[in-house]
């Protein structure tokens, strides 16, 4: 990797509606910020690793596993404007928003979706995208999907499904005509390009979709998607922390 300061930074909110005290579940032993934590130091592209909250709790947890924190305002709503409270005092050339609620992830990732950035100088932000194999995943809201320009900048993200297939008129058909991305919610950020994110307005697509990454397209930057084989498993319920406990043990086996 080039000598350019990169910084993960891994936003983390108490309060969740679907699974109280998120980031402090326990994991095998574990909390779920420390796990993500240690994933992203295993991270070779990264120079340092901060979780950025707004609760004393967390605070303390992160502090008693020898993690770096960094306090911000608990009236910041996006994770995105999150990490970049922390670019804004400190020294990095790079910031990476790492999601909190990804116990798994994969250290190689975060080495993707920075190459992105550092591949094209053009791209304002960088972020990944996996080639969606199951009809499930197609015509689920909760998958984000992405459609790409030739030079594999996003032109919009959905929760529909995009493209729509005209000449079909089964969307459970649609993979054998086309292909599909799904968006991992892993961003790259230039420090430049992360504090100008932070004074735009939310814009309607935004507001419309709930979905942040909205505002940077509707803002006129460029996001630059890099294709990843690994898969990202975001933690929002109780099932899936059950999940996640499968996976870990299984893991622990091997």
């Not at 909250?53 to 996006?78: H, L, N, Q, Y």
């Not at 979706?113 to 194999?133: C, E, F, M, N, S």
Request: glycine share 6%.
């Amino acid at each position: 990797m080039e000598t350019r300061k990169v910084i993960g930074v891994i936003p983390a909110r108490y309060a969740s509606q679907r699974l109280p005290a998120k980031p402090l579940v326990d994991l095998l032993g574990k909390s779920m910020i420390q796990r993500v934590f240690e994933q992203a130091k295993k991270a070779t592209s990264l120079h340092r690793v901060i979780v950025a909250t707004d609760d004393r709790r967390i605070e303390e947890a992160v502090k008693a596993f020898g993690g770096e924190v960094a306090m911000t305002s608990p009236e910041i709503k996006s994770g995105s404007d999150r990490v970049a409270a922390v670019a804004q005092r400190e020294e990095g050339e790079i910031f990476v928003n790492i999601q909190g609620d990804e116990p798994l992830i994969v250290p190689a990732m975060i080495d993707e979706v920075v190459r992105v950035v550092l591949d094209d100088p053009q791209a304002d932000v960088g972020t990944l995208v996996k080639t969606i194999t199951s009809e499930s995943e197609l015509i689920n809201p909760g998958v984000v999907k992405v459609v790409l320009d030739t030079r594999g900048r996003a032109l919009y993200f959905s929760r529909s499904v995009i493209p729509w297939i005209r000449d079909s008129n089964n969307p459970l058909d649609w993979l054998k005509h086309h292909p599909f991305y799904k968006h991992i919610g892993l961003y790259v950020f230039r420090r430049e390009s992360l504090l100008r994110f932070t004074t735009m307005p939310e814009g309607e697509l935004e507001r419309a979709e709930k979905l942040e990454q909205l505002r940077i397209l509707e803002g006129g930057s460029t996001i630059k998607a890099g294709l990843t084989q690994h898969d990202s498993i975001p933690v929002d319920t109780q099932e899936d922390v059950e999940r996640v406990l499968m996976l870990i043990r299984q893991q622990e086996k091997a």
